[in-house]
């Protein structure tokens, strides 16, 4: 071969080279605009939903009738749906899985609904927020729990991405119980800011998932709740590997940790969907189970596994018992199978 025919290749391969970067990068920009927009345009629903112009009939009859459409569709949420179930089903106790589908996403309608409802509060003392009072009751053993909530008991609240979290936060700030909840800020997400606004509105503090420890055993110590969502995994904190409904799944530890530093329970609660009270009108009911606490000993790891797989327990029961509400569109098993 001729140097002037290798010089030519060369030119040519290291052309071909920079065409696909250069190729590359406006994709990437493409995908970045993109992006961008569809968080303006979210942004932009999201604070039409809250501002009182749409009514709350007009969102939930919308998005029912748009649950067929969205069933057609091979969304990410539906396929992640799918998975989770193959993984699953038979330890969650669910025979049909074709109709779960479909009771998930009906339950995600009424739970969004809740959510607008929630974000036209003004204030914590909204009277028009009375109608939180008014659709949610407790069982006797949640009514226990709440009394010495209000009564300045500190607890870890812990509970699961099933029912609506939100709610509950809301109906026991409503109550009176003083504290807040840990979540994960999403900083260029707008959905992530539209709940952050309705938690303040509804008088719930949040801390973020990255704050010190100290932050939340102050609040403990002063006689608050400390809320926290450890069904799924938690990205950037300790996580521990531990069965979850019979899959190895990533579990955070931080339950676990605030109640050994803190001696203070870990007190599962869950506000689950129910059929309407027809003295009261109720629609939604909340749970409790008996509390986990930390036991002092000379093998804490072994003690937070312990704890962990308690709680574990729980949320495995209430998925059990309300299939259909618990958040299966979640990547729960997805670091798990990851680092297998």
Same mark, same amino acid.
């Given at each position: 071969?001729?140097?002037?025919?290798?010089?030519?290749?060369?030119? =040519?391969?290291?052309?071909?080279?920079?065409?696909?970067?250069?190729?590359?990068?406006?994709?990437?920009?493409?995908?970045?605009?993109?992006?961008?927009?569809?968080?303006?345009?979210?942004?932009?629903?999201?604070?039409?939903? =809250?501002?009182?112009?749409?009514?709350?009939?007009?969102?939930?009859?919308?998005?029912?009738?748009?649950?067929?459409?969205?069933?057609?569709?091979?969304?990410?949420?539906?396929?992640?749906?799918?998975?989770? &179930?193959?993984?699953?089903?038979?330890?969650?106790?669910?025979?049909?899985?074709?109709?779960?589908?479909?009771?998930?996403?009906?339950?995600?309608?009424?739970?969004? *609904?809740?959510?607008?409802? &929630?974000?036209?509060?003004?204030?914590?003392?909204?009277?028009?927020?009375?109608?939180?009072?008014?659709?949610?009751?407790?069982?006797?053993?949640?009514?226990?729990?709440?009394?010495?909530?209000?009564?300045?008991?500190?607890?870890?609240?812990?509970?699961?991405?099933?029912?609506?979290?939100? &709610?509950?936060?809301?109906?026991?700030?409503?109550?009176?119980?003083?504290?807040?909840?840990?979540?994960?800020?999403?900083?260029?997400?707008? *959905?992530?800011?539209? &709940? *952050?606004?309705?938690?303040?509105?509804?008088?719930?503090?949040?801390?973020?998932?990255?704050?010190?420890?100290?932050?939340?055993?102050?609040?403990?110590?002063?006689?608050?709740?400390? =809320?926290?969502?450890?069904?799924?995994?938690?990205?950037?904190?300790?996580?521990?590997?531990?069965?979850?409904?019979?899959?190895?799944?990533?579990?955070?530890?931080?339950?676990?940790?605030?109640?050994?530093?803190?001696?203070?329970?870990?007190?599962?609660?869950?506000?689950?969907?129910?059929?309407?009270?027809?003295? *009261?009108?109720?629609?939604?009911?909340?749970?409790?189970?008996?509390?986990?606490?930390?036991?002092?000993?000379?093998?804490?790891?072994?003690?937070?596994?312990?704890?962990?797989?308690?709680?574990?327990?729980?949320?495995?029961?209430?998925?059990?018992?309300?299939?259909?509400?618990?958040?299966?569109?979640?990547?729960?098993?997805?670091?798990?199978?990851?680092?297998?």
């Amino acid at each position: 071969m001729e140097p002037h025919e290798s010089l030519e290749r060369a030119s =040519g391969a290291g052309l071909s080279r920079l065409r696909r970067v250069e190729a590359s990068q406006r994709q990437a920009q493409r995908n970045h605009a993109w992006k961008r927009s569809r968080r303006r345009l979210r942004a932009y629903m999201l604070q039409l939903l =809250g501002s009182r112009w749409v009514p709350l009939w007009l969102v939930r009859g919308t998005l029912r009738a748009a649950l067929p459409l969205v069933r057609r569709l091979d969304l990410r949420a539906r396929r992640v749906l799918r998975a989770n &179930l193959v993984l699953a089903q038979s330890a969650a106790g669910v025979a049909d899985a074709h109709a779960l589908e479909g009771q998930v996403l009906a339950h995600a309608i009424e739970q969004f *609904t809740n959510w607008v409802r &929630l974000s036209r509060t003004r204030h914590p003392n909204d009277p028009r927020a009375a109608w939180i009072l008014d659709e949610v009751r407790c069982s006797p053993a949640a009514e226990a729990v709440v009394a010495r909530l209000v009564a300045g008991q500190p607890a870890i609240i812990a509970t699961a991405h099933l029912g609506d979290w939100e &709610l509950l936060a809301a109906y026991l700030a409503r109550r009176g119980v003083r504290g807040g909840v840990v979540v994960l800020d999403r900083r260029e997400d707008p *959905t992530s800011a539209w &709940l *952050t606004g309705l938690r303040t509105r509804n008088g719930i503090p949040t801390h973020a998932h990255d704050a010190p420890p100290r932050q939340l055993l102050r609040a403990l110590a002063q006689g608050q709740v400390v =809320g926290l969502l450890t069904d799924l995994e938690t990205p950037r904190s300790e996580q521990l590997t531990l069965p979850f409904l019979g899959v190895p799944a990533l579990c955070a530890v931080a339950p676990a940790g605030l109640a050994r530093l803190s001696g203070v329970p870990i007190v599962p609660l869950v506000c689950v969907r129910a059929r309407p009270d027809g003295q *009261t009108g109720a629609r939604w009911r909340v749970e409790a189970t008996e509390s986990i606490t930390w036991t002092q000993s000379e093998a804490p790891a072994q003690e937070s596994e312990r704890v962990l797989r308690a709680l574990n327990a729980v949320y495995e029961g209430w998925i059990r018992q309300w299939p259909e509400q618990w958040a299966w569109h979640q990547p729960r098993w997805r670091g798990a199978m990851k680092a297998q």
